[in-house]
């Protein structure tokens, strides 16, 4: 079995195949052959490639990027989805409008990572999985305990939305990749807690 995520931003081309990329290449590192890491956009540019502001992060980190097309987001790829991780809140409301089932594994990558901690800190996430010896079996879970710790803590309007650096100077796509590199290493980190 694999653990599918997807990472969802407007035109699949900035963000969503950073996270995407970022995600799979450290998930690999931690449990090869596992997760399989996915991405589309609301808006998409279809068929493009990587923004060249977020292919020369991936470039500087060794990360591939050469076989990545940008695709629609639509009903039938949520149909496949056991983890859906949105860059904004607005995204996060056009993934559930496609697909309401999603609401308890729906997240946007900030409030993913922001409740994962949260959660962990109110109960260890040791506890919370016992007795789950694989990782699907973990990742069955853990959106469902995330659901759980939604509205517990109060946060900005915002926080969880990871700003799009589209047609912006090179210091937005840095801010970006350095935002989603911080949601993915907590992200990455739980999983990582169970090797």
Not at 16 to 25: D, R, T
Not at 67 to 74: E, G, M, N
Not at 82 to 100: F, G, I, N, Q, W
Not at 149 to 175: C, W
Request: proline share 5%; hydrophobic share 40%; net charge negative.
């Amino acid at each position: 079995m694999t653990v599918r995520m997807l990472t969802v931003c407007t035109g699949n081309v900035c963000r969503s195949p950073y996270a995407q990329l970022a995600l799979q290449h450290r998930l690999d590192a931690v449990r090869p052959g596992v997760f399989e890491v996915t991405s589309a956009g609301t808006g998409a540019l279809v068929g493009e490639r990587v923004d060249p502001g977020s292919g020369s992060i991936l470039d500087s980190t060794g990360i591939a990027h050469d076989t990545f097309a940008a695709r629609q987001l639509t009903e039938r790829i949520l149909d496949e989805v056991d983890l859906a991780l949105p860059l904004t809140v607005e995204h996060r409301r056009m993934v559930l409008s496609y697909a309401p089932r999603l609401l308890k594994r729906c997240f946007t990558l900030n409030e993913a990572a922001r409740l994962i901690e949260s959660a962990g800190q109110r109960h260890p996430w040791a506890e919370r999985l016992a007795g789950l010896s694989t990782p699907e079996e973990r990742w069955a879970r853990i959106p469902l305990e995330l659901a759980g710790e939604r509205g517990m803590t109060r946060v900005e309007d915002g926080a969880d939305d990871i700003a799009d650096p589209y047609r912006k100077p090179q210091e937005a796509f840095d801010q970006m990749a350095a935002e989603i590199d911080a949601a993915v290493e907590r992200i990455v980190a739980l999983d990582a807690s169970f090797v």
